[in-house]
DNA sequence: CGCCTTTGACCAGCGC
DNA sequence: GCGCTGGTCAAAGGCG
C-alpha cells in the first residue's frame, strides 16, 4: 500500500453537491418529520454525508482524486481519527446527531473468513503444536502475514436512552472497553448471523451523554433475519428486500432515508447549496462508467445516476 | 438447550 | 523497548 493520504473532512468540495441531495432528503421537509430522532442533515457537513456510504465515497473518490477505492490508495481514516473526530468535535454544543463514516482497504472479498486474528488465536488454542507455548511470539510471525484489513465504517451520532438501538439485525456483544477519558464504556458487537463479518461499535459520548455513537464496519451479505426480537418485521421495516449499507443503520436513520425517496428541489440549505449550474461540477461528469452501485442505490439512489444522464 | 452478556486476558499498533 | 490503548477472544454464567 503506498503511504498517501487523503482527507476527506478537509477536502474543498464542490458546491455543486447537495448534502440534501445527497441524502434525498426535500429540503422543505421540517426536520421533526424525520422520526423525530434528532437526524438533521443540515447539520452535517458535505463530507461526513459523503462518507455516509462507501458506495458515494468511494464514487468521489474515483471522481474527485481519479483514485480507485480497490487500488492501493490508503486514506487517511482510522478508528482512532474518526472516533476522535466523532467524539471531540460533534458533542459540544453542536447539533447532536451526525454522520461520519470511513473507508480503507477493505476485505469484502472474504466476508465469511474470521479476522486474522481469530485464525491466529484458533491456531494458538487449536492443535497445541508448537505455537501454543509462546502466543506473543507466533503473534508477531503471523502479523507478517497479512495486515489488518478495514472495512467500510459509518458512524451514527444518535440521541437515545438505549445504547443498544434495534437495527433489524441479531448481534452479540463480544467484547466491552473502558473508554479513555470517558466514564461510559465501549461495547463491540457482531452480526450473529453466519459468515457475516459485520461490527458495530457503540458508546455514549461522554460530553453529552444522551447521544450514543454507533459505528458500523463492514456490510452485510445477507437479509434482515425474519426472526426480529422487535415488534416489527424486518421486510416491513425497511421497506424493501436486498442489503447494503443502509441495512447496517439504525432503524431511525433507515427510516429517515426510506421516508425520502424522491430526489430534492434545488433550494438552497443554509451553507450548503445545491446550484443549478451543474455543469462546472466537470469532476463529477461521468464519463466513465461508474462502478457499483449497490450501496449507493441504498442509501442515495439518485445521485450519481442523476448526473450520469 | 441455545443464545446472549460479562469479563479478564491477550494481542497489535502506535507514540515516545 | 516500553507503555498505552483499541480491539478481540473465549470461558463462565445468566436467561428464557
Not at 428486500?241 to 433507515?254: E, I, M, T, Y
Request: charged share 25%; hydrophobic share 25%.
Amino acid at each position: 500500500m503506498s503511504n498517501e493520504t487523503k482527507d476527506l473532512y478537509n477536502y474543498q468540495y464542490p458546491s455543486s453537491f447537495s448534502l440534501y441531495e445527497m441524502m434525498n432528503v426535500p429540503t422543505s421537509t421540517p426536520i421533526s418529520s424525520y422520526g423525530n430522532n434528532g437526524f438533521d442533515p443540515s447539520s452535517y457537513s458535505f463530507a461526513d454525508c459523503l462518507q455516509s456510504s462507501p458506495g458515494v465515497y468511494d464514487s468521489l473518490l474515483q471522481k474527485t482524486f481519479g483514485l480507485s477505492p480497490s487500488s492501493s490508495e490508503v486514506f487517511n481514516s482510522s478508528m482512532d481519527q474518526e472516533s476522535k473526530r466523532d467524539v471531540t468535535n460533534d458533542v459540544a454544543g453542536e447539533t447532536p446527531t451526525r454522520v461520519s463514516a470511513s473507508s480503507s482497504s477493505s476485505e469484502a472479498d472474504n466476508p465469511g473468513e474470521d479476522s486474522g486474528k481469530s485464525q491466529r488465536k484458533r491456531e494458538l488454542v487449536g492443535d497445541g503444536g508448537e505455537e501454543n507455548q509462546s502466543s506473543k511470539k507466533v503473534g508477531k510471525t503471523k502479523k507478517n502475514e497479512e495486515k489488518k484489513k478495514r472495512e467500510p465504517r459509518v458512524s451514527f451520532m444518535t440521541k437515545s436512552e438505549v445504547d443498544h438501538l434495534e437495527d433489524g439485525y441479531r448481534w452479540r456483544k463480544y467484547g466491552q472497553k473502558a473508554v479513555k477519558n470517558s466514564p461510559y464504556p465501549r461495547s463491540y458487537y457482531r452480526c450473529t448471523t453466519q459468515k457475516c463479518n459485520v461490527k458495530k461499535r457503540v458508546e455514549r459520548s461522554f460530553q453529552d451523554p444522551s447521544i450514543v455513537i454507533t459505528t458500523y464496519e463492514g456490510k452485510h451479505n445477507h437479509l434482515v433475519p425474519s426472526t426480529l426480537r422487535g415488534p416489527v418485521a424486518a421486510e416491513h421495516l425497511l421497506g424493501h428486500r436486498g442489503s447494503g449499507l443502509l441495512h447496517s443503520f439504525p432503524r431511525q436513520h433507515q427510516e429517515f432515508l426510506m421516508m425520502n425517496p424522491h430526489p430534492v428541489n434545488n433550494q438552497s440549505v443554509g451553507s450548503l447549496s445545491y446550484q443549478q449550474s451543474r455543469g462546472n461540477s466537470s469532476n463529477y461528469s461521468n464519463s466513465e462508467p461508474v462502478v457499483d452501485y449497490g450501496l449507493l442505490q441504498d442509501i442515495v439512489p439518485s445521485m450519481f445516476l442523476k448526473h450520469e444522464s
